[in-house]
């Protein structure tokens, strides 16, 4: 169903209750697990979220244990990630899940 909505990341969908018609909005996020290394503290992580979010492209980070989930609205090279995530000290890459 390519193209057909302005957005690829946004669908619209209806079904019925039994009753009525009910109509979904539907918005995918993108994520990838970014695995870090030597994360052992709230500064490193404070950061961590405020390099990531300076990226275009990155819309919210969460910290899980011993990775960050950061979230896109449009796709962020690898490399970028690490680069964000390693300048300064901040923290080292283990690896990155898309």
């Known amino acids: 169903m390519r193209g057909w909505m302005k957005d690829e990341r946004v ?3 209806c079904c019925s209750d039994g ?3 009910v109509i979904f909005k539907i918005e995918r996020m993108d994520y990838k697990a ?3 290394a030597d994360m052992d503290s709230d500064g ?12 275009e492209g990155v ?6 244990d011993g990775y ?3 979230y896109l609205n449009k796709d962020v090279p690898d490399e970028r990630l690490r ?3 390693e300048s ?3 923290c080292r890459v283990l690896k990155i899940d898309s």
């Open 19 to 21: 009753t009525r018609p």
């Open 11 to 13: 669908m619209i969908t």
């Open 44 to 55: 490193h992580r404070e950061t961590l979220k405020t390099a990531f979010l300076n990226l």
């Open 83 to 85: 680069d964000a995530a």
């Open 68 to 70: 960050a989930e950061v």
């Open 59 to 64: 819309s919210e980070v969460a910290f899980r």
């Open 34 to 36: 970014v695995y870090l």
């Open 88 to 90: 300064g000290g901040a």
